[in-house]
């Protein structure tokens, strides 16, 4: 595992915008913080509450919470991983409004909690690197109180624009062979990146009990000018610790040459050129 790719917090920190310029991840910190707003605001937090950011990463909904509630309602951070628990401790030591914390390392398929003791659930990205999700969506409801909330955004990256869209046939070479590997591996329904749709995080929902389902989708646009060596990180920076880069994904049908091949007539078809791609999200609410 390379170094900037050697943990989660690093990967949150460093790997996940490698391909962006400094315009681009202001742009996606800027769309983060209104994205952490939305899931806010679905879950109508009332002071004297139990709230816990599961999956929490650097904590954006957890310190989100905090910003707007401070010490008025009861946090917990929780994470698989326990370097993303120590990130946010290490941001946590720097904030000096006075806070009701705790931290739990703990898998969301196997919440380390009692059974009704949280009001509000919450998760952002989350689900995306879970293969079987239904069993998290049990846990989320299993601990949280009658008439609690569970809110929630997700990617829904099966829907996103795919590099053989952005691309014509004349500019690449073998454009059938690498569109169809690119179909395969995007619809794939053992990989937790594009496994799942909003109909499907919907139907989750209800089988593990919750009532009043809201699965919000909206299609995010945007146009930007890619550099070349921001497209070859397209390709080689890996979506999480855990998961195949684009690159691998292509090695598992293709000889290394001929995937360089394709690398470098998408950088020279899009590289310096405006593009537009789009990609779909959810925002979800519902009810115990």
């Not at 062979?177 to 395969?184: G, M, N, Q, R, V």
């Not at 091949?261 to 050129?273: C, H, P, R, S, W």
Request: aromatic share 12%.
């Amino acid at each position: 595992m390379s170094e900037i790719c050697k943990n989660w917090s690093t990967w949150l920190k460093k790997t996940r915008f490698s391909y962006m310029d400094e315009t681009q991840v202001q742009q996606t910190l800027n769309w983060l913080l209104s994205i952490r707003n939305q899931v806010l605001l679905l879950a109508d937090i009332k002071a004297g509450q139990k709230v816990a950011d599961f999956g929490c990463g650097s904590g954006l909904l957890g310190f989100g919470v905090l910003e707007h509630y401070k010490d008025s309602v009861e946090l917990i951070f929780s994470d698989k991983f326990q370097d993303c628990l120590d990130e946010c401790k290490n941001i946590l030591s720097q904030i000096e409004t006075p806070y009701n914390v705790s931290f739990l390392q703990s898998d969301v398929s196997d919440i380390k909690l009692e059974s009704n003791y949280l009001d509000r659930a919450m998760t952002r990205s989350v689900l995306v690197h879970v293969k079987d999700k239904q069993p998290c969506f049990n846990e989320f409801y299993r601990v949280l109180k009658p008439q609690g909330y569970y809110c929630a955004f997700e990617p829904i990256i099966s829907e996103n624009t795919r590099y053989y869209e952005l691309v014509n046939e004349a500019q690449i070479s073998d454009y059938q062979d690498f569109k169809l590997a690119e179909k395969e591996f995007m619809e794939n329904p053992n990989d937790p990146l594009v496994n799942f749709s909003a109909q499907s995080l919907d139907k989750n929902l209800e089988e593990a009990g919750f009532s009043d389902v809201l699965v919000n989708v909206q299609a995010v646009a945007s146009k930007y000018i890619p550099t070349k060596e921001a497209i070859l990180n397209w390709f080689i920076a890996p979506p999480a610790p855990d998961q195949k880069t684009m690159k691998e994904r292509f090695l598992q049908y293709f000889e290394e040459k001929k995937v360089d091949n394709f690398i470098l007539e998408v950088q020279n078809a899009l590289g310096d050129t405006e593009i537009s791609v789009s990609s779909n999200t959810a925002l979800i609410k519902a009810i115990k």
